[in-house]
């Protein structure tokens, strides 16, 4: 299998626990440290890209939760990107970032490319251009072990309501593509959810990253009532209670 179908597929399934926990913890939810080359010989590429990491960690101007840095020439540039969710406030969004950045270091030492996923934010390097580019892989999910009383009903209105968001996110600026609402099932089960892409993708990249992730719902989170999918460029969370701002 080559490099970039393996990016594609899924990677992990983690058990959801506390689907709602808001505390920002060390360790990120999943984490993927790429095996397309490791800077072990290669000083520049290091230091380019702890360069990278204490200009975001350092950051104090962003407050729209978006940060894209890049530094070096080929072979040597790092392009890195941070998105946090799109309700949170910029302090809770660059403690989150500065501890990805520390986590990344940590779990994927020498990789040239890394991802991390947390609740309140991703962060991600590569030597590779990423800015503007549509990836949906790899991807994970969690979902919660409580299933709902009628699936059949609630799932209709997850996929109902995240199509709906999917359309007002892609809609969103460069600064932000990000929409939550919440609805109430016939049966008065309450789902509230959000979608989010990286703002620098189009209006279409966007709808169709949001397309794909959000078509993943039938395998990930079939019945239960809460779940998630979290890809390189956007991401979808659910829940039967609010967890969002
Ligand atoms: C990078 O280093 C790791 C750990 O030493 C090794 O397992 C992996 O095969 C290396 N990857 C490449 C692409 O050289
Ligand atoms: C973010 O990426 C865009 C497009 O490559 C670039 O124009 C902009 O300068 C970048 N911002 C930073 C802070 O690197
Ligand atoms: C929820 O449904 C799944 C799949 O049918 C089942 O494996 C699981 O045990 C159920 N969880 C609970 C808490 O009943
Ligand atoms: C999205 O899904 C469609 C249909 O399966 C596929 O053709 C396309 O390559 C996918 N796009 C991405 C970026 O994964």
Redesign the pocket.
């Known amino acids: 299998m080559s490099t970039a179908t393996s990016r594609m597929i899924f990677l992990s399934c983690a058990i959801f626990i506390q689907l709602f926990a808001l505390t920002t913890t060390a360790q990120p939810n999943f984490q993927y440290c790429a095996?397309?080359?490791?800077f072990?010989d290669n000083r520049v590429y290091e230091s380019n890209l702890n360069q990278v990491l204490s200009s975001i960690a350092a950051d104090t101007k962003i407050t729209y939760g978006f940060y894209n840095f890049s530094l070096g020439d080929h072979p040597d540039e790092v392009h890195a990107i941070g998105l946090c969710r799109g309700d949170l406030k910029p302090e809770i969004c660059r403690t989150c970032l500065r501890n990805s950045i520390q986590e990344i270091r940590n779990l994927c030492p020498?990789?040239k490319e890394a991802i991390v996923w947390y609740d309140n934010c991703m962060f991600r390097y590569s030597d590779r251009h990423i800015f503007g580019s549509l990836e949906t892989g790899p991807y994970f999910w969690m979902y919660s072990m409580n299933n709902v009383s009628n699936p059949s009903e609630f799932n209709q209105a997850v996929i109902s309501i995240l199509d709906k968001l999917t359309s007002r996110a892609a809609s969103g600026d460069s600064r932000l593509k990000f929409a939550t609402d919440s609805t109430t099932t016939a049966s008065s089960q309450t789902i509230f959810a959000l979608v989010q892409c990286t703002p620098d993708l189009s209006m279409e990249a966007c709808r169709e990253c949001l397309t794909n992730t959000t078509g993943l719902f039938p395998q990930c989170c079939d019945g239960r009532q809460g779940g998630r999918v979290m890809a390189p460029s956007c991401n979808f969370w659910y829940e039967k209670d609010k967890f969002y701002n």
Do not use: C, S
Request: zero cysteines; hydrophobic letters at 0%.
């Open positions: 095996d397309t080359g490791n072990t020498t990789q």
